[in-house]
């Protein structure tokens, strides 16, 4: 079973749910409400982990029975009413830790498996993203965008990687110095902003919308995560 956690008007957990249907592999899909609002069950005995989820309108989860997951959760989340605001604080960063622990400890295919960064809303986070990816692809990270000729965004997942008029990858994003920076990091699904002249990485945005594009980007998407997760050729 394949977890697709976000909204349904989420273009790319919809693409992705489509192309996991014809693939033919099973999903289970959540918004961010109905993730945390789903019960659980977590065993940690040292390395061995076991543990259920129990969603509230499909059958018991075992977590040994999640094959990957597709991560779109956009942090909009809050207790509902009728806590006082130190309560629904305390309450949100206790549910936020506990279903970190539980996604962490599936150690399963995840795109995007964010840093803790990012689920803390740390805005050095992209920051940090950009600098890493720079180092990975021996280009510059200036300080900014300012004085920059231009600026390219392509958006990466797996190892697609579509521009805004369907162009050929730059070599810099073609390369398994990018693979290697997917590895380490579990972001898998990414837009990146390049200096027109291929030199400079200038922003890295690990939660991207779907650009405008040439016909059908969001399939093309869809269908290249749900192969990364299911560990398909691509």
């Not at 806590?83 to 629904?88: E, T, V, Y």
């Not at 279903?99 to 840093?115: S, Y």
């Amino acid at each position: 079973m394949f977890l697709l956690i976000g909204e349904p008007e989420d273009t790319t957990i919809a693409s992705t749910r489509r192309a996991m249907v014809a693939l033919g592999h099973p999903t289970l899909h959540l918004s961010e409400a109905q993730l945390y609002g789903t019960p659980f069950e977590l065993h940690r005995n040292g390395p061995r982990v076991e543990g259920t989820l129990f969603p509230v309108a499909a059958q018991p989860l075992p977590l040994a029975e999640v094959s990957g997951v597709l991560l779109r959760v956009r942090r909009a989340w809050w207790p509902e009413d009728g806590f006082d605001l130190p309560d629904a604080s305390f309450v949100f960063h206790e549910t936020l830790a506990a279903w970190i622990a539980v996604l962490k400890a599936l150690k399963v295919p995840t795109v995007n498996d964010f840093g803790l960064g990012w689920w803390l809303g740390d805005p050095s986070y992209p920051e940090a993203l950009r600098q890493d990816l720079a180092r990975h692809l021996k280009l510059r990270a200036p300080p900014s965008r300012a004085g920059a000729a231009g600026i390219e965004e392509w958006l990466v997942a797996g190892r697609l990687v579509l521009g805004p008029s369907g162009n050929a990858a730059p070599t810099a994003l073609a390369g398994e110095a990018l693979r290697d920076w997917q590895r380490q990091t579990g972001i898998h699904f990414a837009r990146v902003d390049l200096a027109s002249d291929g030199d400079a990485v200038l922003a890295v945005d690990p939660f991207p919308g779907m650009p405008p594009g040439p016909a059908g980007p969001a399939d093309r998407v869809g269908d290249a995560l749900a192969r990364l997760l299911v560990g398909a050729a691509q």
